[in-house]
């Protein structure tokens, strides 16, 4: 199987595990904290690992085994809640680091979920679109022993998307004999999704950059963007700054990536991947390595596909001001140093791309509630917990005199900390 650009910023020889990236950052957090060592050790392990392996029929008549997985990293707050991914590289250790993120995540804007992660080691595009359902709807019933919508409540993620949600909405339902469709967000409209929920992690990036570029004075009217990931996030970042009169400059996707100084046209280069399956090719756009991309001229860069992409091989070339992490773990700890020493402003994941779970949480109680809200009123909520969210880790950060991701895992870890000591260890 070839390698993709993205797989091989990801897995160069100087990038950490997720899950080690994942651990240190919490441990920098816990010590700046004085966390004890009892409940430091509770939240260092996931609660559960499920891992599943599952038969599934291909269309020519054979049937192939996947192996999928669903951690629980800590429901002490909520219900568990975290995105299924299909990728190759899936492992059980990158689904306990997205775990452990999409916990401080929730806790980090205020949202009362714990952190879950699911996936399945395949590759969704060498499979037709009946064999990718018939895997959903086996992984769906093979770890229905723990989700649920008082449970664990899963939304799309790498190769997801709201056709996968509906998938694993019906089968769970089919197994209960009624419709559940709180058991999952990022549903269609059609059947109990909510407005703005597509938009809604691209918003929130949107929205910090907003609050960013005041701390660091900066007119986003004049302000140059490069995106590395042109999937749900990057397309949305890519569109909602362009609209506000930021110049795109540099794209990229699975295939490779793009650049062209006087500004890319995000319409356009979304119709052109469209059409070709490639953002390479775009019109009056020149191809770039995928790696020169994170070395483009520009103010903001934001890193919005997998984790793992800047490293301290790469850091120290990094000309932008701002870094928007749109994905998870896209930046190792030794990165984050030598961003540090730039003074570049780094928003952090747990925090910067929080919009998605936070209209996920607003789509949750809305189908609870069987009585949905305008986009307005969801846009309009959005934009308050994500500006309140920033505006609370930046005060942290000028208190303590620390960076902003630390200062937003100190409020993240010390809140889940809080309950858990509330709640107590039983029996």
Not at 30 to 52: Q, S
Not at 143 to 157: N, Q, T
Not at 390 to 402: C, G, K, L, M, N
Not at 406 to 414: D, F, Q
Request: glycine share 10%; with cysteine.
């Amino acid at each position: 199987m070839s390698t993709t650009p993205q797989q091989a910023e990801r897995t160069g020889p100087a990038a950490a595990s997720p899950l080690e990236v994942a651990l240190e950052q919490y441990d920098r957090a816990a010590d700046k904290l004085g966390l004890g060592g009892d409940v430091r050790e509770v939240l260092r392990y996931p609660k559960r690992e499920l891992i599943v392996h599952f038969p599934v029929q291909l269309d020519d008549g054979r049937t192939r085994v996947f192996t999928g997985f669903r951690v629980q990293h800590n429901i002490t707050r909520g219900p568990a809640k975290g995105g299924i991914r299909y990728h190759p590289a899936v492992d059980l250790d990158e689904i306990k680091a997205l775990a452990m993120w999409m916990t401080w995540k929730c806790a980090a804007v205020k949202i009362p979920f714990g952190g879950a992660k699911g996936g399945v080691i395949c590759d969704p595009k060498e499979l037709s679109l009946r064999e990718v359902e018939r895997l959903t709807r086996r992984y769906t019933t093979e770890i229905s022993l723990l989700i649920g919508p008082d449970s664990d409540i899963p939304a799309p993620d790498v190769n997801t998307n709201a056709q996968t949600m509906a998938w694993i909405m019906d089968t769970y339902s089919m197994h209960r004999g009624y419709s559940i469709p709180g058991v999952v967000t990022g549903k269609p409209l059609a059947i109990g999704g909510s407005e703005g929920r597509v938009d809604a992690t691209g918003r929130g990036v949107v929205t910090c950059i907003q609050e960013a570029a005041r701390l660091k004075d900066l007119d986003l009217s004049t302000a140059r963007i490069a995106i590395q990931g042109f999937g749900n996030v990057g397309e949305a970042s890519a569109r909602l700054l362009h609209q506000l009169g930021c110049r795109v400059v540099a794209l990229s996707d699975s295939s490779g990536a793009i650049y062209r100084a006087e500004g890319i046209d995000p319409a356009a280069a979304l119709r052109y991947k469209q059409e070709t399956g490639s953002l390479v090719g775009t019109p009056r756009t020149d191809r770039i390595r995928p790696d020169e991309l994170f070395e483009t001229d520009c103010d903001i860069l934001i890193p919005a596909a997998l984790e793992g992409v800047l490293t301290e091989s790469n850091a120290s070339r990094v000309q932008a001001r701002i870094i928007a992490e749109g994905a998870n773990g896209p930046t190792t700890p030794g990165a984050d140093r030598i961003l540090e020493e730039k003074g570049i402003l780094v928003i952090p994941d747990i925090l910067c791309n929080a919009g998605g779970v936070t209209v996920s949480y607003f789509e949750w109680v809305q189908d609870r509630e069987e009585f949905f809200w305008s986009i307005e009123e969801i846009n309009t909520r959005l934009r308050r917990v994500m500006t309140r969210a920033f505006e609370d880790a930046a005060r942290v950060a000028s208190e303590h005199e620390v960076d902003l991701r630390l200062a937003t895992y100190m409020l993240a870890v010390g809140r889940v900390a809080e309950a858990t000591l509330t709640r107590g260890i039983y029996p």
